[in-house]
């Protein structure tokens, strides 16, 4: 299983960008909606701070794609979809030059129809990767066929209401009092940025710029700074940040007092630092300092107004959560087919789970006494937040051997 870096993930859209005959971006083309209709509600699912929405492509479907800030074309990164549709002269590019070497193969289509409720758009730009090097459905727990964002945000003003797990969107121009403070953004090949202050230990604040992302699941990632490397805070540890198209993405995690959006504050906010070879230094290709990702939006109802420049943000019942790290060191990807099953997909050195001898591989048949089975990957998440110094029993299978390990939770940052 591969842990998901989306920010890897965005160099690649950049460097496809170039081989891809996309139309200009400012007179792209739109969703609609058929007659007289100008709104709708659209439920959808929430795991691990990632909005799934239903995604029908060509009328087949339903299937299950990320809403995403971060994307500009959309990407299908199931590649079994082909099985159902009908494409012709599908465009092939390698990518190279991305990571260590790595050579990357995707098909490019403009002959896509896609419909999101009652909305579609035709000859969507679309990029199919012919290898799910993400692992996207591994990362989520139900089958995941690719990401859609900018030609959605740029049809609509979208409201995401995390806490009622509903999109509601409509068409630009409508007079509606939109609820939230406004804050500005601006839109750059596609993608959100704004600007947040960012206060360090000891330091004075800084004006940072990040790229909105809403489909990155961590709460803020800080990446260069005047060309450099990030200054870490006085208190970090090495962690797996993800893999991304070149490889692990290696790096460290702390945290920062405070950042500020708007008029909002958020304290003791947790903040992911990559390595600067591995990603950062590539990151200066966007002209930013980080990527304020999920963690910190779902804290808020909010609404995208592409067309004005402006996000409105409205504090929800998460507006106080703690920002929590996980306290065991343990990954978990989950396989679906034929059953529903949890494995460790990684174990951080010198970690909860690493002393209580927690292997790559084993199979996790209960935590805490419940079946595995009837938990998903927010559960999992929740129990490995849960509390400093608690105790999690779990039973595991390890090549056909039934183990108990226990593993007590660490507050490790």
Known sequence: MRAVNFDLFRIFIVCLALQFSMPDLATAQRFTFPGKRKS????FDLVRNLVIVPLYINEKGPYHFILDTGVSPMIITDSTILQDLSLQKLRQ??????GKGLDLDALLSNQITARIGKASIQNIPTAILKEDVLG???????RIYGLIGYHF??????????????????????????KGEPVPI??????????????????????????????????????????????????????????????????????????????FNLENVIS?????????AKALLLNRNGNLGAEVLSRFNVTFDYNNDLMYLRRNANYKRPFNHDMSGLEVYVEEKPLKRYFVGRVEPDSPASEAGLEIGDEILTINFINATALDLNDFTRYLRSENGKTLYLSINRLGDLLIKTIKLKKRI
């Open 186 to 263: 601006e839109i750059l090949n596609g993608k959100p940025y704004t600007t947040v202050k960012v206060n360090m230990p000891d330091q004075e604040s800084l004006a940072v710029k990040v790229v909105i992302d809403n489909g990155a699941s961590h709460a803020i990632s800080l990446e260069t700074l005047h060309d450099q490397p990030f200054p870490l805070p006085p208190h970090s540890i090495s962690a797996n940040l993800g893999i991304g198209l070149g490889g692990p993405i290696s790096g460290n995690i702390g945290r920062i007092p405070s950042i500020t959006i708007g008029t």
């Open 40 to 43: 709708q509600n659209i439920s």
């Open 93 to 98: 590019v390698k990518i190279s030059g991305l």
């Open 272 to 280: 992911s630092y990559p390595i600067y070879d591995d990603a950062a």
């Open 153 to 178: 945000f740029n049809s609509f003003v979208a409201e995401i209401n995390y806490t009622g797990r509903q999109l509601k969107f409509w068409l630009p121009g409508r007079h509606q009092k939109i």
């Open 136 to 142: 996207l459905s591994n990362y989520v727990g139900t």
